[in-house]
């Protein structure tokens, strides 16, 4: 038997700590110290004047930094970049090094702390990426920004740090190295076989069949053939495209189905285990799903 104890903040968020018969006490801990944190949520409605002032928000009602949001992006409090400074290289001898200049904003997936990702319908799902959507291209006119990331950490060995669901962006200068191998790859092998290297793989799962885990008019989900970690899952365009940004409605409100249900699937098949995922843009707008499960830190 299991009691639920209603915990609530003086902002009205909502917690819930659950003791009885559970027998995981890691498991136990967790969820303990996930729901005492959702208590307090500064990322919940009526907690506005906790964060930063918002640069982007879908609401249907009120002004900027009040109540009324379904999605909410703010600056990050404590960010890994600063947007201040200037991205030369400076020399010290033999190193060179630069200023730690960029940007980090947070996007707030709801309003409700209790909510993950997975747990949203599939338009307030495509919500949160239209909002990622509408980031990067503002951002993309920041000429001292190289590479946009967008991620997503669940669960505190995933590195989540507030237990309110919840979608990162960072600006960097640079492009990072693994970004510019994939571009390198392709590029070599649209020079040798003429055809996009992404449609080609997706193909090759189409046919095979084996590796599916749902698709929908948009987009496949599969677990790719060499997967870095077990129960890895990408999440493709059926139809090639090269920029997240750049998606029309439909397929946004597409994407929200697809990941929504490749989300609920995961939860259901491991039991809710931590995990990252990173869209990846400038290449073919893919999306990686990494249970941190798979390298056993649960
Ligand atoms: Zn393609």
Not at 124 to 151: E, N, T
Not at 158 to 167: D, V
Not at 228 to 252: I, N, Q
């Amino acid at each position: 038997m299991c009691v639920k104890n209603e915990v609530r903040s003086a902002a009205g968020a909502v917690g819930h700590n659950t003791v009885g018969s559970r027998k995981d006490a890691i498991r136990l801990f967790f969820l303990i110290k996930k729901e005492i944190r959702l208590a307090f949520s500064p990322f919940s409605e009526g907690n506005e004047a906790r964060t930063p002032a918002e640069v982007f928000a879908i609401r249907p009602e009120g002004g900027p930094n009040t109540p009324g949001w379904r999605v909410r992006v703010v600056p990050d409090k404590y960010p890994v970049l600063g947007i201040e400074g200037d991205i030369e290289v400076h020399r010290d001898g033999a190193s060179e090094w630069r200023e730690g200049v960029g940007i980090h904003e947070v996007v707030v997936e709801s309003a409700d702390a209790a909510k993950d990702l997975a747990d949203l319908s599939a338009i307030q799902a495509s919500d949160v990426f239209r909002a990622c959507q509408a980031r990067i291209l503002d951002l993309r006119r920041d000429r001292r920004l190289r590479y946009l990331l967008v991620f997503k950490n669940h669960g505190v060995e995933a590195g989540s740090t507030i237990a309110h669901s919840h979608t990162q962006i960072i600006g960097l200068p640079i492009t990072p190295i693994t970004v510019r191998q994939e571009l390198t790859a392709s590029r070599k092998h649209f020079e040798k076989e003429q055809s996009c290297l992404f449609c080609n793989h997706l193909s090759s799962e189409l046919s095979s069949g084996a590796r599916i885990v749902c698709q929908n008019e948009h987009f496949l989900v599969y677990c790719p053939f060499a997967s870095r970690f077990p129960f890895k899952m990408t999440v493709c365009p059926v139809a090639h495209s090269h920029d997240f940004a750049e998606a029309g409605d439909d397929l946004m409100v597409s994407f929200g189905e697809i990941m929504q249900e490749a989300l609920v699937r995961l939860r259901k098949t491991l039991k809710d285990p931590p995990y990252n995922f990173c869209p990846s843009h400038g290449t073919e707008r893919r999306v990686g799903t990494t249970p941190k499960r798979a390298l056993g830190v649960t």
